[in-house]
Structures are given as C-alpha cells and as structure tokens.
C-alpha cells in the first residue's frame, strides 16, 4: 500500500494569492476565492460559472500532457 505523502505547513494567504493569480494568467476568475473563515488551512473555491470551470479544466488538461 502506498504512503501518503507528507503535507507541508503552507501559509493559506499566500497559497491564495497564488492561485489568483495563477487563475488570472490562464483568464479564469473564481469570484468566491478566499481563506476559509472556520479552517483557515483551506482555501475556499466557491462558485464558478460553468465556462470558468470549463477553462480551468482544459488548463489542467495542457499543463497534464507537457509534464
């Protein structure tokens, strides 16, 4: 059975800005994007339209097939 991997400590603001940006470069906007109030170790996604979903996903489609 394989092991889990170990999780690094990741400042959850900085992880944020992160993806915003990320998200931004690729022209997706995840308008409900924020640090979870209650566990501030997750990022909140929210709600996207479904054309925003769609960009996302062909985005991590690409970036699956140049590694």
Do not use: C, H, N
């Amino acid at each position: 059975m394989a092991k889990a991997p170990k999780l690094k400590k990741v400042d959850p603001f900085t992880a944020l800005e992160s993806l915003r940006a990320s998200l931004g470069q690729a022209g997706i906007v995840f308008p409900s994007l924020r640090v979870d109030s209650q566990m501030e170790q997750l990022i909140e996604l929210g709600r996207v339209r479904a054309d925003a979903a769609m960009r996302l996903a062909d985005a991590l489609r690409r970036e699956g097939q140049e590694t």
